[in-house]
T-cell receptor
């Protein structure tokens, strides 16, 4: 069990550019979540997948954001036409579907800075 | 909607002091409750959880009891150590189904030797 990994760990980009982040969950975890955390705040839910199906999206996820999990394993989160307000830590978590006993395991996050 | 309110920080204590970090919640139904911890430079780690009223979660000397009557899940530790310095997040999730977690704003704890 190698844990949840995220790449890159840091990303600096200019306003208007597109960025893509990758999350590799713990193997055999069928649920994968994306959260966003701004400075001094707790993480906020963005979206989640059960296997390859994206089952829920937050209103925070504007149409510039898209997430995929094509084979039910790794996931990507893409932000198009980045804005300075997108600067945040993007967290990925995975879990095995166990009802009330479900525990989410978080990755180290990708810190995005939009200049 | 669901929300979590945490005691504002930062909190600074001396080693071996008693710790309480308050957490209250608003939720429909019967949520599960969690405390996560984020050590410097690391990702969020689950510290403890409780899934129904009057349950007590415990780990590493930390405890929290799910109090439905006061909608609270306060974190306590009898004797803190320097290594407990971190940011602590209270969170709630749905009792069943996908745990779309709702987090509090976090409380930064610093323990001085």
């Amino acid at each position: 069990d190698t844990g949840v990994s995220q790449n890159p760990r840091h990303k600096i980009t200019k306003r208007g550019q597109n960025v893509t982040f990758r999350c590799d969950p713990i193997s055999e975890h069928n649920r994968l979540y994306w959260y966003r955390q701004t400075l001094g705040q707790g993480p906020e839910f963005l979206t989640y997948f059960q296997n390859e199906a994206q089952l829920e999206k937050s209103r925070l996820l504007s149409d510039r954001f898209s997430a995929e999990r094509p084979k039910g394993s790794f996931s990507t989160l893409e932000i198009q036409r980045t804005e300075q307000g997108d600067s945040a830590m993007y967290l990925c978590a995975s879990s095995a579907n166990r009802g009330a006993q479900e525990t989410q395991y978080f990755g180290p996050g990708t810190r995005l800075l939009v200049l | 909607g669901n929300s979590v309110t945490q005691m504002e920080g930062p909190v600074t204590l001396s080693e071996e002091a008693f710790l309480t970090i308050n957490c209250t919640y608003t939720a429909t139904g019967y949520p599960s409750l969690f405390w996560y911890v984020q050590y410097p430079g690391e990702g969020l780690q689950l510290l403890l959880k409780a899934t129904k009223a009057d349950d007590k979660g415990s780990n590493k000397g930390f405890e929290a009891t799910y109090r439905k009557e006061t909608t609270s899940f306060h974190l306590e530790k009898g004797s803190v150590q320097v290594s407990d310095s971190a940011v602590y997040f209270c969170a709630l999730g749905r009792f069943q189904g996908a745990q779309k977690l709702v987090f509090g704003q976090g409380t930064r704890l610093t323990i001085n030797p």
